[in-house]
Structures are given as structure tokens and as C-alpha cells.
């Protein structure tokens, strides 16, 4: 059972998530939910414009990412990719 007291919010991965969200995107690792090929978010086929956009697979061309902005929120929907990898620089 876990002591709720004892849990922390969100503002506890500041740290490690400011880390992950400063860098240049679109070299980030995009691993595709569908066919499983992974590259880079610059090799992801762009549909729409820049505020409402879909990133689409380029192998299968199945939907990886998906953003919209709104004049008050960007909603960011990543659901199409098993998992996005950065790379730290060497
Ligand atoms: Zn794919």
C-alpha cells in the first residue's frame, strides 16, 4: 500500500524533465507504434501547418505525432509512438 503523504507531485521530475525537453527535436528518436521502425522526428512525414500539424510514419505511414496549439494550450499527442528517445550529446 502506498503512503499517500509520502507521494510527490509532478514538480519532482522538473529536474530530469527539463533536461529531456532542452534539446533540438527534432533529432529525438521516434519509435513507431505501428511497424516499430524507429529514426529521427526529422524523417517523420509533416501534414497540416504549424500550429495543427500530424507526423506521419515514413515507412508505414501510420500517425506518430500529433499537435495542437490553441491561443492558450499546446496539446501534444504522442500516442502513436511506443516511445521517444534522446540521445545525450558525446
Ligand atoms: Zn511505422
Not at 521516434?30 to 501547418?49: K, Q
Request: hydrophobic content about 45%.
Amino acid at each position: 500500500m502506498i503512503d499517500e503523504s509520502m507521494v510527490l507531485d509532478g514538480n519532482a521530475a522538473a529536474g530530469a524533465l527539463e533536461a529531456l525537453f532542452a534539446f533540438d527535436v527534432t533529432t529525438a528518436i521516434v519509435h513507431c507504434g505501428h511497424c516499430r521502425v524507429s529514426g529521427p522526428l526529422a524523417e517523420l512525414r509533416f501534414y497540416g501547418s504549424p500550429r495543427a500539424m500530424v507526423l506521419r510514419c515514413k515507412t508505414c505511414g501510420e500517425v506518430n505525432v500529433r499537435l495542437l496549439e490553441t491561443d492558450r494550450t499546446i496539446n501534444l499527442d504522442l500516442s502513436g509512438a511506443v516511445r521517444i528517445e534522446v540521445r545525450r550529446p558525446t
